[in-house]
């Protein structure tokens, strides 16, 4: 299923989400979820005000992130467990593009780290040289964090900026002369 909003509105639930640490899409089923509780009568009376009461401020918070233009500065954040107080601390969001696998020291290239193990042990497949390459743990991906695979290698080796460095020899990949 999908569904249009604002937005602005797409905006504020990236917040709202941020803040509570989930997916926005899971924030958004989790409203409905509760919404369709409520009307089935599931929940106690006590639930279902408190999900009411919920969903109010909630109305009130998008509102007041509309009016300020996205800002947080006027609304508390929340956590799920009704009001908070207004000097409780954030939690701290992590990036979508934070890199687990950060490297402790410098940064390595993927193509010198490539040269390195085809150095040391010589000619090998593509599939011989990303586990060689990722068993070294040297190099870790800068933005996607997506393992190193044959098709990594492969793609490096025909990249015109780097196949001067590279030579493939009977489905193996050496080192240019």
């Known amino acids: 299923m999908s569904i249009r909003l604002d937005p602005r509105r797409v905006n504020a639930l990236k917040h709202l989400a941020g803040e509570a640490g989930v997916r926005p899409g899971d924030l958004v089923r989790q409203w409905v979820e509760e919404r369709l509780d409520a009307s089935r009568g ?3 009376p006590a639930a279902t005000e408190s999900v009411a009461t919920r969903l109010d401020e909630l109305t009130a918070r998008i509102s007041a992130l509309e009016a300020s233009g996205g ?3 006027k609304a508390p954040p929340v956590t799920g467990e009704g009001p908070t107080e207004p000097d409780a601390p954030k939690r701290a969001r992590r990036s979508s593009k934070a890199v687990s696998a950060a490297p402790k020291g410098e940064r390595v290239a993927l193509h010198d780290e490539m040269i390195a193990v085809l150095r040391e042990r010589g000619p090998m497949s593509a599939a011989e040289l990303a586990g060689a390459v990722t068993e070294r ?3 870790a991906p800068p933005r996607s964090g997506k393992a190193i695979d044959a098709a990594m ?3 490096r080796v025909s990249n015109p900026t780097y196949r001067s460095r590279f030579v ?3 489905g193996r990949i050496g080192l240019a002369d």
């Open 42 to 44: 599931l929940d106690t």
């Open 168 to 170: 493939r020899n009977e």
């Open 71 to 73: 800002s947080s500065a």
């Open 137 to 139: 743990g040297r190099y």
């Open 153 to 155: 290698i492969s793609q």
